[in-house]
């Protein structure tokens, strides 16, 4: 699911099944406006759909939530599979994850691109909210997939690997949360050269 709100995905917009066009409206919404201020009858209306269609489709609020959660965590990964595929060594690998971010920055959002939206949604979310655990559960595995690829770079010193991989996770989210801020990649593309001079000098 894309939730990037293209003028090349607007004419569609109305395809597909009511799960679908609801997902992707929730998507736009809450990226845009922010979770907390994004109501079902919003989300119904950009959809096209009854509201009844999105308690057919999602028990509530919160469990759309979710979905969106676990669909944007879904979007990124396939991002990151597609640059993946370009790399060939270790190296290639971790920046894989930096490109990949840049590519969900670079997309053409309704309002501009306002950094991580699993972050966002979860700093709107109260402690101990599923919805918090599931983001935290994607930073995790975007952790592990670094120290992966480092620990082909780094054969033998699974602990070295660790540690920066933990320093370039600090390094993307940083950048990512200024590029955010900025509306812009350009942190990202600051980053990723960051990460690959600190590639070249292991």
Known sequence: MSDTGTAAARPSRRRGTARERLLAAAARRFYADGVAATGIDTITAEAGVAKMSLYNNFSSK???????????????????????????????????????YADHAAFAYDHGFRGCGLLNAAAELPAGDEGRALVRRHKEEVESLLVGHLEELLPGRPEEARGVAEHLS???????????????????????????????RL
């Open 170 to 200: 600090f390094l993307l989210e940083g950048a990512m949360a200024r590029a955010g801020l900025e509306g812009a990649g350009t942190r990202l593309e600051h980053a990723r050269a960051m990460a690959a001079d600190l590639l070249d």
């Open 62 to 100: 919160a469990d759309l939530v979710m979905a969106y959660l676990d669909a944007r965590h879904e979007e990124w990964l396939g991002l990151y599979r597609r640059r993946l595929e370009e790399a060939t060594d270790g190296r290639g690998g971790v920046l894989a994850v930096f490109d990949a």
